[in-house]
């Protein structure tokens, strides 16, 4: 079983439970000053890439080793019992932090919004993570650095600092973003300078359409985001999206997978000369120079699209540390995707990669 270093982001997710017999057009229907809102519970669960990403490969039945840094408090204190509940630790405690909290709001009809405070994930630097930690590990996997202001400070030093440690030590490595905030600090960050100097030690670059159209194109992200609604849903993928991750291969990672929310993803790899020099343990006549798309599948129902995206990346690197190809690794991707939506929080929908792929071979329809 190949060691797996998730690290990064982590956070508590306390998502208010909904009426699911109603549905809204907007915020305003619901937001109104003075409105009283019944409610059905709250759902109270940790969250970030550390807890979603990170424990979907160890439910998916790798040997992972988590890394993400809390407060000395009563949030902290929640964190760590909800990991050891998994058998997971590896957290780093700032006594003189607070740990990170999201309220989502999961409201039917409309997409996400995340109330977030970022807490001590704004403290977390390269050197967190001593060079112990890098001892065999096959994969390093680094999540939300926009929602971590050390990591992006001075054109990304301690991030590319991070990923040039992982790579000198042998471990391929996996980076996914997070959504940007544009009246945020991360909002004012050049981020095409983070990705030139960060990509080349970058091997699986895993980020949503939104955050990289954000951070590669903002002419058409700032477009798109005057249209409304979300900017997936009627996105063409082989033009669009196909086009953001070949400008993104060019700056030096070895593969790019798109998560395009209700469009589905797609991928693009780089060349057999490029896979050979990072030294990745992939057989290069099946994952150099593939392009493709994958479609979502049906959600038997959706409850939140709360770490969709996250346990989806666990299913295609897991995949990929199987030795399947880059189409089926897609393919399990958005079959995880669609199972984590129908529940609130990232694990409880998660389903074995064998399941899946029984579903896809008996004709599970796609969107």
Not at 171 to 192: E, K, Q, R
């Amino acid at each position: 079983m190949s060691k797996i270093v998730a690290a990064g982001h982590i956070c508590v997710d306390i998502t208010p439970v909904f009426p699911s017999h109603h549905k809204y057009r907007n915020l305003g229907d619901l937001l109104e000053p003075g409105k009283l809102i019944h409610m059905d519970g709250a759902d109270v669960h940790t969250g970030g890439s550390v807890a979603n990403t990170g424990l979907a490969l160890k439910l998916l039945g790798n040997d992972v080793q988590l890394l993400g840094k809390i407060g000395d408090d009563a949030f902290g204190s929640m964190v760590q019992n909800i990991l050891s509940s998994y058998d997971a630790g590896g957290l780093i405690v700032d006594r003189t932090g607070k740990t990170s909290y999201s309220v989502v709001l999961a409201i039917p009809g409309i997409d996400r919004v995340f109330l977030h405070d970022p807490g001590a994930n704004d403290t977390f630097v390269s050197s967190d993570i001593p060079d112990s930690v890098f001892d065999g590990t096959a994969l390093f996997h680094f999540g939300y650095p926009p929602l971590m202001k050390k990591m992006i400070e001075q054109d990304g030093e301690e991030l590319v600092k991070l990923f040039r440690r992982a790579k000198e030590h042998g471990a391929a490595t996996s980076l996914d973003f997070a959504a940007i905030d544009p009246n945020s600090p991360a909002g004012n960050v050049d981020w095409m300078t983070i990705l030139r100097r960060l990509l080349p030690y970058v091997d699986f670059f895993v980020p949503s359409f939104e955050e990289l159209c954000f951070m590669a194109d903002r002419r058409q992200y700032e477009r798109l985001t005057r249209m409304g609604g979300d900017m997936t849903e009627n996105l063409d993928l082989n033009t669009e999206a196909l086009s953001l991750a070949e400008q993104v291969l060019s700056l030096g990672c070895r593969v790019v997978l798109i998560k395009c929310g209700v469009a589905g993803m797609v991928y693009k790899t780089a060349d057999k000369a490029c896979f050979e020099k990072a030294g990745l343990q992939l057989d290069t006549a099946v994952w150099a120079d593939r392009t493709g798309t994958q479609p979502c599948f049906k959600a038997e129902f959706v409850r939140s699209g709360t770490g969709a995206g996250d346990t989806s990346i666990a299913a295609f690197l897991t995949g990929a540390l199987m030795g399947k190809d880059p189409a089926d690794c897609a393919a399990l991707a958005a079959a995880e995707g669609a199972c984590c939506v129908t529940a609130y929080d990232a694990l409880s929908g998660l389903r074995p990669l064998s399941e899946l792929e029984t579903r896809i071979r008996a004709g599970w329809k796609t969107m």
